[in-house]
C-alpha cells in the first residue's frame, strides 16, 4: 500500500463527509486562551479516574496559516462573520488545492533550468501543481476563535527570528535539499523518519492526513497520528524524562493534568524539528477540552539556540467519526525516484554543456 | 432442540474454562475497567521464532567478518507439529525464499513486518487497551495498529499491517486480521503468504508476566490447510522501560538508495 492509495481511501470517505463537520464560531465568542479555558464546564465525558476523556479520533487541519499574513499584520483576530466568509473565500480562491488559476506553473525542484525561486522541495510538494493535489484535505474553515495565524504568541502572530547559528543549519539544509545528492540530504520528511511540519510532535496542519487519535489507560495517554505512524505513549505516572544521551526522532513525551488540561512535555528531540527547531527543543502542549467534540491545543516551543525567543501555537482538534488509517510512508517511498530524477538531470545537463563546448 | 442448545452452549463454556499452555492452575487475570482481563502493558517476545518460525538449527550468518556476532541462533520452532502445510508450488517458492533470504526479506528493507510477525520481532511492543479500541505500538519501524472491539466496519484497502478487529472469548482476546498486503513474510527463512491472507489471533494473560499468544494462519492461495503457531510473550519489567523508537528507513538508505548517491566530482 503506497501512501498514495491511502490518502485515496480518505479522500473517497471525505466525498460522503459533510461540509459542516467544523463547528462555527459562536459570534461574540472571545478568542483568548484563558476564555477557552474558562468555557471548560463540567459536564465533559470523564474516564474512569475522573479525568477528563480526550479519547477519538481528530482532525486538526485548518485554513488557518501558521503566520499572521502581511495584509493583517494589525489583526490578530476577525471580529465578525461577513469578514470571517470574505477570508475564508479569499483562502480558497488562492489555494491551489480549489482553485486552477492559483497553482503555480512550471514548478519543479529538480530543473535548475525552470527555477522559479521555490527552494523548498517540500513546499513544491505541499502546495504546487502537484500530482497529488485533489486528494489534499486541508479543512474548508480557519480556526473557530477567529485568529488570524496558529502563531498566537509572539503577539504579532509571526515565529520569531532565528538565532544566525540556526539560520546557517536551515540555509545548508535548504541548499542540500537542492543539490539531492544523497537520501540524508532529502530532509527527515521525505525519507519517512519524523514529519516536523504534520504529525510531529507538535501537531502541525498539514495539507493531508492531519488526523490523530488519542487513547487514554490508567496513568498514561497515547497519542497516535496518522503522519508517521508513530504511537507516542505519554506516561503520567511521574517519571523523569529518559536520559539526554537517548534521542527519538519524536522525542520523548511525559505528561500531567493541570486540572482540566492535559499538559505533555517533550524533550530528547534529534535535529530537525519544527519551523527549524533543533535538539535543544523543549515542546509543551497543552490539550484542553472545551466540549465533547473539541479540544484547544496549544503548543510552545522554547528553544533558545534555535530561536530569539520561544512562541506558540493555538488550535483545535475536532472530533471525526472518520478512522486512523495505516501511513505507510517508508514502504510507498520516492526517495529512490527523486535521487535517480536528480542523477539523470545531472547527466542530461553535463551532456549539454559538453556537446555546447563542441559547438563552439 | 433446546437441550442441544444447551449442550453446546456448556461445550463453548467448557472451551473457554481450559487452562492454556504454562497458565497457572487457578490463576485469574486483573481486570481492565470494563470486567475484561487487563492485557496493558510492554511485552516481548524470547526465541527465534522471527529467525524461522520452524525448528532450525544454529548457522553461520552472511557475514564472515562479523563472525559469531552475525551467526544464527538456533530455535525450536513455534509453529505446531513444526510442519507448514504449504502447497506444491508454495513449497517451492519458500526454497526459493530461504535461498535469498538475505537479500528478500521485508525485515531488510524495514518494510512493517505484518502479522503475526510483528508480535515475535525481537523488540517489545505495548498494549493500550481501553474498552472499546485496542492499539498495539511496536518499537520496530515504529509500527502500530488499532484493534477495533466488536466492529463490523470493513477495510477500506490493504494494509501491511492488516486490519484487525477484537472480540473477548471468555478470558482469551481474539483478534481477526484481514486485508493484508502480499508483501511481507513470516520469518527470515522465507515463509510467506499470499493476500489471501486470515490470521486469527489469541492473547491469554497465563500469569501476571506473561500471555500466551496463538495464531491461526489461512490463506487458501498458498496453503492446503490452516495451521497455527504459538508462543509465550513476556512482560518487560525493568524500572521506566519505554517503547523506544526504532526507526529503521534511516538504516536502510545506503541499501536501498547508495546506487544513486551523486559521485563526488
Not at chain 1, 483576530?77 to 470574505?86: C, G, H, K
Not at chain 1, 504534520?198 to 492531519?210: D, K, L
Not at chain 1, 493555538?314 to 510507498?332: I, M, P, Q, R
Not at chain 2, 503468504?193 to 508476566?209: F, K, M, N, Q
Amino acid at each position: 500500500m503506497n501512501k498514495g492509495f491511502v490518502i485515496s481511501s480518505r479522500a473517497l470517505a471525505l466525498v460522503t463527509m459533510v461540509a459542516a463537520l467544523v463547528p462555527r464560531p459562536v459570534a461574540g465568542q472571545t478568542s483568548t486562551v484563558s476564555a477557552a479555558a474558562a468555557q471548560t464546564n463540567g459536564n465533559l465525558p470523564r474516564t474512569s479516574d475522573g479525568k477528563p476523556d480526550l479519547q477519538g479520533v481528530f482532525f486538526y487541519g485548518t485554513l488557518t496559516p501558521m503566520q499572521r499574513p502581511h495584509e493583517l499584520a494589525e489583526k490578530a483576530f476577525f471580529t465578525n462573520d461577513e469578514e470571517v466568509a470574505a477570508y475564508e473565500k479569499h483562502l480558497r480562491e488562492t489555494d491551489p488545492q480549489v482553485s486552477e488559476s492559483a497553482r503555480p506553473k512550471n514548478v519543479c525542484a529538480s530543473c535548475p533550468e525552470k527555477d522559479d525561486g521555490v527552494t523548498d522541495p517540500d513546499i513544491v510538494f505541499a502546495g504546487g501543481n502537484s500530482f497529488n493535489v485533489f486528494w489534499q484535505d486541508k479543512g474548508t474553515h480557519i480556526v473557530r476563535d477567529w485568529r488570524t495565524s496558529l502563531v498566537s504568541n509572539p503577539p504579532d502572530g509571526k515565529i520569531p527570528p532565528m538565532t544566525p547559528e540556526a539560520k546557517k543549519v536551515a540555509a545548508d539544509r535548504i541548499a542540500r535539499r537542492r543539490g539531492q545528492a544523497s537520501a540524508e540530504d532529502l530532509g527527515v520528511a521525505i525519507r519517512c523518519l519524523f514529519r516536523p511540519e504534520a504529525g510531529g510532535p507538535p501537531m502541525v496542519p498539514f495539507p493531508y492526513n492531519s488526523y490523530v487519535q488519542i487513547f487514554q489507560t490508567p496513568g498514561q495517554v497515547v497519542i497516535y497520528n496518522e503522519m508517521i505512524h508513530r504511537a507516542r505513549i505519554v506516561p503520567l505516572d511521574g517519571r523523569p524524562h529518559l536520559p539526554q544521551s537517548i534521542r527519538d526522532y519524536s522525542g520523548d513525551s511525559i505528561g500531567h493534568w493541570e486540572g482540566e488540561t492535559l499538559v505533555v512535555d517533550t524533550t530528547n528531540f534529534k535535529d530537525e524539528n519544527v519551523a527549524g527547531a533543533d535538539r535543544n527543543l523543549h515542546l509543551t502542549e497543552r490539550f484542553t477540552p472545551i466540549d465533547a467534540a473539541t479540544i484547544h491545543y496549544e503548543f510552545t516551543v522554547d528553544d533558545p539556540t534555535a530561536f530569539t525567543k520561544s512562541w506558540s501555537v493555538s488550535n483545535y482538534l475536532t472530533k471525526t467519526d472518520d478512522k486512523v488509517y495505516e501511513y505507510a510512508c517508508h514502504e510507498g517511498s520516492d526517495v529512490a525516484v527523486i535521487l535517480n530524477g536528480a542523477r539523470i538531470v545531472e547527466k542530461k545537463l553535463a551532456e549539454e554543456a559538453a556537446k555546447k563546448n563542441e559547438q563552439k | 432442540m433446546i437441550t442441544g442448545k444447551r449442550a453446546a452452549g456448556a461445550a463453548i463454556l467448557l472451551l473457554a474454562a481450559l487452562p492454556v499452555f504454562g497458565q497457572a492452575p487457578g490463576y485469574k487475570a486483573p481486570l481492565a475497567a470494563n470486567g475484561h482481563p487487563d492485557l496493558n502493558g510492554i511485552w516481548q517476545v524470547l526465541g527465534t521464532a522471527n529467525w524461522d518460525i520452524q525448528p532450525h538449527s544454529a548457522g553461520p550468518g552472511l557475514f564472515p567478518q562479523l563472525g559469531a556476532v552475525g551467526a544464527v541462533p538456533g530455535g525450536q520452532g513455534v509453529v505446531e507439529g513444526d510442519e507448514i502445510p504449504y502447497q506444491p508450488w508454495a513449497l517451492a517458492k519458500k526454497k526459493e525464499n530461504y535461498e535469498k533470504r538475505w537479500t528478500d526479506d521485508p525485515e531488510i528493507k524495514c518494510y512493517l513486518p505484518g502479522v503475526p510477525r510483528a508480535t515475535y520481532m525481537p523488540f517489545p511492543f505495548q498494549i493500550v487497551q481501553t474498552p472499546t479500541l485496542i492499539l498495539i505500538a511496536y518499537e520496530y519501524a515504529n509500527g502500530a495498529r488499532i484493534v477495533y472491539m466488536d466492529s463490523k466496519d470493513e477495510a477500506p484497502a490493504d494494509y501491511w499491517m492488516g486490519w484487525s478487529r477484537g472480540r473477548w472469548e471468555g478470558d482469551t482476546l481474539v483478534v481477526d486480521v484481514t486485508s493484508f498486503n502480499d508483501k511481507t513474510w513470516f520469518d527470515r527463512a522465507g515463509n510467506f503468504h499470499s493476500d489471501a491472507l486470515h490470521v486469527i489471533e489469541r492473547y491469554t494473560r497465563t500469569g501476571p508476566d506473561t500471555l500466551y499468544y496463538e495464531a491461526t494462519i489461512e490463506d487458501p492461495k498458498v496453503f492446503t490447510r490452516s495451521w497455527k503457531m504459538s508462543m509465550p510473550l513476556y512482560r518487560r519489567l525493568e524500572k521506566n522501560v519505554r517503547v523506544l523508537e526504532f526507526n529503521c528507513p534511516e538504516f536502510t538508505e545506503e541499501l536501498m538508495y547508495g546506487q544513486f548517491r551523486k559521485k563526488s566530482q
